[in-house]
C-alpha cells in the first residue's frame, strides 16, 4: 500500500471496527446508528467504500480489519514525515521538539528507540 489517505470518519469507523471485531454488519449498523448518528446504509457504505480500498473485509456479513490500527499509524506517519519534512526524520525530531523539554524517563525511551534501530 504507496499511498493511503483516509477521512476523519472513515478512521472513527475503524477504531469503532478495531474494538469489536469480527462483528456482524448488522450490529456494526446499530453501533455506528449509536454512536455516530449513522442510518444504516452510511454503515454499509462505508464497508464497501473501506472494503474496495482493501482495509477490511466483509465475508458472510461479518466485518473484519485488514490493516492493524499500528499500520496505519505507521503509514500515516510515514506520509507526514515524507509530505512535510522531506523523509528526515531528524528534521521531524527538530521540529517536534523545539521549545519542548523532555523527562527523563522520555529521553530514555527515546535513546532506546534509536539504539534498537541501529542494530
Do not use: Y
Amino acid at each position: 500500500m504507496d499511498k493511503l489517505e483516509l477521512f476523519d470518519a472513515e478512521k472513527r469507523f475503524l477504531e469503532i471496527l478495531w474494538a469489536r471485531e469480527p462483528v456482524k454488519s448488522t450490529e456494526l449498523a446499530r453501533i455506528c446508528q449509536e454512536t455516530l448518528g449513522w442510518k444504516k446504509p452510511t454503515t454499509f457504505n462505508m464497508i464497501r467504500k473501506l472494503a474496495d480500498k482493501h482495509l477490511l473485509k466483509n465475508e458472510n456479513a461479518t466485518v473484519t480489519a485488514l490493516i492493524s490500527r499500528g499500520d496505519l499509524q505507521r503509514l500515516e506517519s510515514e506520509a507526514l514525515l515524507q509530505q512535510s519534512f522531506q523523509g528526515s526524520v531528524p528534521a521531524f525530531l527538530a521540529a517536534f521538539l523545539e521549545g519542548r523539554r523532555l523527562k527523563p524517563d522520555e529521553l530514555e525511551a527515546l535513546k532506546r528507540l534509536i539504539e534498537e534501530t541501529e542494530s
